[in-house]
């Protein structure tokens, strides 16, 4: 069975303050791991994705295989980060079926 | 090109009634499914389909029932609402399956009261 946990349902920073949501996994195989987002009043995107290890909007994610987890950071938040933020898992088998975390509000204070 | 459309937006019904959530998509996406958002519990897949006349259960099926007659249209049933099925259903399309193909749709907000 495949599962995604975000330990923090909610997170408080202020601008230009590091932030770190955390993503731990639990699955046998290799997964595919994302991060998605949700805007206020927007409909759910993905951010980003392990597989293209790149930055979007001063994000990155690395795939921590040991520790099994994925945690999103940006070394300096800004106000319009904050949203709703999901991990989320695909096994290797699953066919695009997508396994999502709890979800973290992420709130930038000015 | 509308992307991903969801019908209605909000909607209130009794304990009992049924219903169908709209879902079409103008983008030839051969990958439909429908997810419930509940706090506290994420997104979790309640149905998908990976074509026309090929549909399968996700996590959560209990409850709705879905077809998929067309490329484009994916609805999803309530055959009989529970106070359990309030939530905020999202409809996403992908070609398929793959995620960095994935929309969504804006999201329809059940309350069974």
């Known amino acids: 069975a495949q599962r995604v946990t975000q330990p923090e349902k909610l997170l408080s920073v202020f601008k230009g303050a590091p932030v770190e949501l955390k993503c731990n996994y639990s699955?046998?195989?290799?997964?595919?791991l994302f991060w998605y987002v949700q805007y206020s009043r927007q409909r759910l995107q993905l951010l980003l994705r392990?597989?293209s290890r790149e930055s979007i909007k001063g994000f990155t994610a690395d795939l921590n295989k040991g520790e099994t987890s994925f945690h999103l950071k940006k070394p300096f938040a800004q106000e319009e980060d904050s949203a709703m933020y999901y991990c989320?898992?695909?096994?290797?088998?699953?066919?695009?079926?997508?396994?999502f975390g709890q979800g973290t509000i992420l709130t930038v204070h000015p | 090109n509308a992307g991903v459309t969801q019908t209605p937006k909000f909607q209130v019904l009794k304990t009992g009634q049924s219903m169908t959530l709209q879902c079409a998509q103008d983008?030839?996406?051969?990958?439909m499914s429908w997810y419930r958002q509940d706090p506290g519990m994420g997104l979790r897949l309640i149905h998908y389909?990976?074509?026309?006349?090929?549909?399968d259960q996700g996590e959560v099926p209990n409850g709705y029932n879905v077809s998929r007659s067309t490329t484009e249209d994916f609805p999803l049933r309530l055959l009989s609402a529970a106070p359990s099925q309030t939530s905020v259903y999202f409809c996403?399309?992908?070609?398929?399956?793959?995620?960095?193909?994935?929309?969504f749709g804006p999201g329809t907000r059940l309350t069974v009261l």
């Open positions: 996403a399309s992908s070609v398929g399956g793959r995620p960095d193909t994935q929309y």
């Open positions: 699955y046998s195989g290799s997964p595919e």
């Open positions: 392990h597989i």
């Open positions: 989320a898992l695909r096994g290797g088998t699953s066919y695009g079926k997508l396994t």
């Open positions: 983008m030839n996406h051969e990958y």
């Open positions: 389909s990976v074509g026309a006349g090929i549909t």
